[in-house]
């Protein structure tokens, strides 16, 4: 399973990145805001810094356009930013044309705002590079999130597509594991899910003893 960050705070793409198991970022409207990034050309700018930080990862990049031509011209724009640029369109009727129309021209693409199997199959249908359906979310409203991954692992599984379902709206740590269980291709988490895998009381435990250990032997 890859793993994305999910942000766009480039100090943290930093230090995910360096941990050396950076897959890829994705970024969001809501994300871009809380960086304080505003305006078209601040924003381009950003997405731009952010490839520059994780050449050859792919780099989820969301158009704000809802109507198709629109996306079209706004996503040839975000595409044309970086090579690694992913162009991130919502599950939306003109959103899947749109998707058509990029996967024809070999732009990859992220299929986002998913909420059902039924949703994922037609994004899969138009040749979306990622889908991503939004656990966190699912679960916020007292439903299963990981039972539409599992859903959406044996569907395409069955059919052969191609996409890559990518979880989303990551909470904790436990989310993660729990993608990597169901058989997504990729999770995209926030800094704390990752830096949270690291925790564990018997490590901290054992180290401090070897460290002891080691220093009475040397007294
Ligand atoms: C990423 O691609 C999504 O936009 C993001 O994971 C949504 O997360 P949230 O539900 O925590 O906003």
Redesign the pocket.
Known sequence: MKFFI?TANIDQIKEARDLGILDGV?T?P?LMAKEGITGEKNIFKHYKNICKEVEGLDV?AEVISTEFSEMVKEGKVLADLAENIVVKVPMTKDGIKAISYFSERDILTNC?LVFSAGQAILAAKAGATYL?P?V??IDDISWDGMKLIEEIVSIYSIQGYATEILA???RNPLHIIQAAKAGADVV?CPLSSILALFNHPLTDIGLAKFLEDYHKAGK
């Open positions: 999910d994705t969001n809501s989820s986002t991503s939004f966190g979310r989303a709206s990551i995209t």
